[in-house]
């Protein structure tokens, strides 16, 4: 009898970590998924996406509007008057949304970063201009060459700031600074740390700047990218 409890509670057992290990498989490939877990096409369309027809626009969720409408307005009233003013050009051509602007610049930060430094960047050829993907894979060959192993873990995204917008013939400008915490380690070919520490958070800013051309209906590309 006792054996047989011994057995059921085994058994127990093995059930609760089957199902464990079948929930951490599941995040694994819900997280992981096809481009880092996140459908590029999806992300541009949903944030970066061109100007609707205004009547689409209009036609939304009225409750939902009102909603973000206080957070929005306290988004611009921090910014400066120019900078104002030159979202108010972009306005003029085409449905542009703060929030929304600043909330997919954090989902393409994670999604680049996650790329570059795992030397996916070919598939990011949406999101970065033509120039700025010739330097990200000529970055991750001189790294391949080096035969170091650079490894970057993104903790958290702590603030997203609009520091400047220009418009200048039709071209639309806007410079963003992304304060995140990071964990960097460069490693040899043996898997040795040889700078940073797997156990030290970096607070780093970077200064990244997007364009677009509002007179077609395409996305906001990420132009140029500065790190301090």
């Known amino acids: 009898m006792k054996i047989k409890k011994q057995y059921n509670t085994r058994m127990m057992e093995l059930i609760f970590f089957a199902a464990i290990a079948a929930f951490v498989v599941y995040r694994l490939f819900a997280t992981l998924g096809r481009e880092e877990g996140f459908d590029i096409k999806k992300i541009l369309e949903s944030g970066f996406a061109a100007g609707k027809d205004q009547k689409t626009q209009e036609n939304k969720n009225s409750n939902a509007q009102d909603a973000n409408f206080e957070v929005i307005s306290k988004i611009e009233a921090a910014l400066s008057d120019n900078v104002r003013q030159e979202l108010d050009k972009i306005k003029q051509k085409e449905t542009f949304d703060v929030k929304t602007f ?127």
């Open 102 to 228: 600043i909330d997919t610049v954090k989902t393409v930060f994670e999604i680049v970063l996650n790329a570059f430094y795992k030397n996916g960047v070919e598939a990011l050829k949406e999101l970065l201009s033509s120039q700025l993907y010739s330097e990200f894979i000529h970055e991750i060959g001189k790294r391949r060459d080096s035969g170091l192993l650079h490894e970057v873990t993104l903790v958290g995204i702590k603030d997203v700031q609009i520091l400047d917008v220009s418009v200048k013939d039709n071209i639309a400008s806007i410079k963003v600074k992304i304060e995140s915490d990071q964990i960097k380690v460069i490693k040899d070919k043996d898997q040795k740390i040889i700078t940073g520490s797997v156990h030290q958070i970096l607070r780093l800013s970077d200064i990244w700047t997007f364009q677009k051309d509002l007179t077609q209906k395409n996305y906001w590309e990420l132009t140029e990218t500065n790190s301090k």
